[in-house]
């Protein structure tokens, strides 16, 4: 009798800009592509990557599914600030985000939940805090690129701010990363009636 073999795939929890932010995002990232051979951000859409990826067995996506929109049934949308460049030496540059108390605990909501609800634990990169960007340039910026393109970018200025109004799940496909679905954030205590509360803005 054969064994059924699982098949595990790459799973990972962003919030994606709306327009016009995604489109400058993408721009941006194109940019890097052609002036500094750096392509591999735009492998996934524009993103704030608010759960690191992980595996999970594909026969039981629709656990994942489930779970993720009963988290969002819970959060309420949000209102996230992009101020200017900033990277993480020596490869890569990204989009920086003002931090935020609301964005911090939707993170720290959805680790806690993720561990709980489905025994994932690997929430932020090797453990460290977390810093919400948005990537444009990453592993395959050359160090002597990197140089020359953050001595380009941290000279320029960037002001930008969107609605996030809903969580993503992206899978991955074997060669990038796609919305394999998407997660309104509607808790009753919306922006709508209290936006001073759920803003990026210090």
Known sequence: MAIKREKRKQYFVALIPSSPVYE????????FRKEYN????????????????????????????????EFARGCDALKVCLDNFSSFP?????????????????????????????????????????HPHLTLAFRDLKKPQYHLAWREFSAKEYKAEFMADRLSLLKHNGSAWQVLKEFSLESSYSTETNPELKTTEG
């Open 38 to 69: 750096s392509k591999a951000a735009l492998n996934s859409p524009p993103h704030i990557t608010l759960h690191m990826p992980f595996f999970w067995k594909e026969e039981k996506e629709t656990k994942l599914v489930t779970k993720l929109a």
């Open 90 to 130: 020596p490869r890569v540059i990204f989009m920086n985000v003002a931090a935020s108390d609301a964005l911090a605990d939707l993170q720290k909501n959805l680790h806690r939940f993720f561990k709980r609800e489905l025994d994932i634990f690997n929430a932020n990169y090797q453990d460290k805090p977390f």
């Open 24 to 31: 400058e995002a993408q721009a941006l990232k194109e940019y």
